[in-house]
């Protein structure tokens, strides 16, 4: 409870701090509009012909504007990198109770004392085993590899499989969905009207 009251506390002093820095709200009507005007121009070329018209007092009314917006976003960055940090230190404490737990109850073996569980695996072969072990430690306690962290682990081992055997899998991607005709697409065709015949059949029979 004391956790969470400190948290809300963080976030609203953070909320607050980020609204006291910029008294007096968004900026008029009229910087708004410049503003508006400025971002319908569809490139570069057309938005430094729209700004060459404009005299110097409605070209420093822009440049306000512009400070404000940036200013607001930066608080609003600054803000969630900070929500960020924590969120993190708060995971890793979370993976060092679970590797804690999992070298109470492994075997104690000299290769036990190096478990290290993390949610993904930190770069690198060695990183990638640190965490597969881990895992494959996971896997063998009373309840398994609990089901919200199922499809990470499994996309995370595709992944690390995909790069192993040195398969561009954005190549693939865009060479298997797209508009033209391949050469083996008759072919693949086939074999899933066959398919589904086959299960169209078996679902018959039963």
């Not at 033209?180 to 009207?193: L, W």
Request: hydrophobic share 35%; proline share 3%; aromatic share 8%.
């Amino acid at each position: 409870c004391v956790g969470r009251h400190r948290e809300s506390v963080d976030s609203s002093t953070e909320a607050s701090a980020g609204s006291d820095a910029f008294p007096g709200g968004r900026g008029s009507s009229a910087e708004s509009r410049f503003l508006q005007e400025l971002q319908r121009r569809p490139n570069q070329l057309h938005q430094r012909t729209y700004l060459a018209q404009k005299d110097p007092s409605e070209l420093m009314t822009i440049i306000r504007e512009l400070n404000y917006r940036t200013c607001v976003q930066s608080s609003k960055l600054l803000r969630l990198l900070k929500q960020k940090d924590r969120l993190l230190h708060k995971v890793q404490k979370n993976c060092d109770i679970v590797t804690a737990c999992l070298q109470a109850v492994s075997q104690k073996r000299r290769v036990d004392t190096k478990l290290k569980f993390t949610l993904e695996p930190s770069l690198g072969q060695n990183g990638f085993q640190q965490w597969h072990d881990a895992l494959k430690a996971v896997a063998r306690l009373p309840t398994g590899i609990p089901k919200e962290w199922r499809r990470k682990v499994w996309l995370t081992l595709a992944d690390h499989y995909l790069r192993s055997i040195a398969i561009d899998w954005d190549k693939t991607m865009r060479f298997a969905f797209n508009d033209r005709s391949n050469p083996d697409d008759d072919s693949m065709g086939i074999q899933i009207v066959k398919v589904q015949v086959f299960w169209s059949t078996c679902l018959l029979i039963l």
